[in-house]
Every structure is written in C-alpha cells, then in structure tokens.
C-alpha cells in the first residue's frame, strides 16, 4: 500500500523457520505503534534483531523475531495494526466538514486521535469495518455504526 502510515507487518521464510518483521517508520509515528511496543515490552518479547531499512524513500526500523517465538501474539499485533489503519481513516472523516466531521466540531481538536483509536477499537471489535474488495488501499465503513458510537464515545447529540 503506498503512502503507509501504519505499522505493518511480514514475514520472511529462513529455511523451515519464518522471521516476523515488525515494521515501524522513524519519521512518522503511527497511532498503534507505542502500543505495539508497549505489548511487546510488557510481555518482555525482545526482537532477535533490530534494522533499519529503507521503503520507498522512508527509513524504516523493523523488528524482527522468530515466528516460534512470537507464535500467537502475531493476532494481537495485527488488531493493533488494523485498529489503528481503521483510525487513520476515522481521522481523516472526522476532520471533514460534513457528516463525522459535524458530530466532532464540539470536541478540541487535540482530542481527535484519542477519539478516533478508541472508536476505531468498536468497530473493529464489530467488524464494522472491511477492506474494499475492488481497491485494497480503500475500507468500507459501516457508517451508522461509525456514528452511534461516536456519539457514544463524546456525549454528544
């Protein structure tokens, strides 16, 4: 996907055993990522390595493991990443004018990226959100979802 902002994860087959590559851009921290870390750290998983890699123009660091190692947290990981791709596009609706945009001119702004990771955990855990078949760099959102939640979450009307 061009233009990632997300964490993002791959994995490289080594012979019979896989690395598991966490990857994170040094100019741009993503919304999941201190907590990508912060599971990682609390459940003491260090990586077998650390590197820094370049993706198209952009240094990235990349954490690599063996995939024994990591096994199931590789699920959770991936929620994280998806919950927050699910953020960066609640974000950019809500910092429209109309529609989720309307419902978020209440609130500071500065409360936004909170607002939206929270939100974006509910329709994750919903499913109210799927990757567009036709275009994958694009999601469906269940939009009245989107919206009782989100009036939920703040309070508001």
Known sequence: MSGRSTMWITFELNGWMAHVNLCFLRDEEAVE???????????????????????????????QYGEC???GHVRELDRLRWQGEVS??????????????????ALPPERAREVAWSLAGAVVEAGAAQVNPEDGSKLHLDLA???EELRKLTGLP
């Open 145 to 147: 979802f989107v919206r």
């Open 69 to 71: 190692y990591l096994g």
């Open 88 to 105: 960066d596009v609640l974000r950019q609706a809500m910092a429209e004018p109309d529609d989720l945009g309307t419902l978020m001119a």
């Open 33 to 63: 990522d201190p907590r990508a870390r912060a599971y990682l750290n609390e459940r003491k998983l260090e990586p077998r390595r650390v590197l820094a890699r370049e993706w198209e123009g952009r240094e990235v660091e990349v954490w």
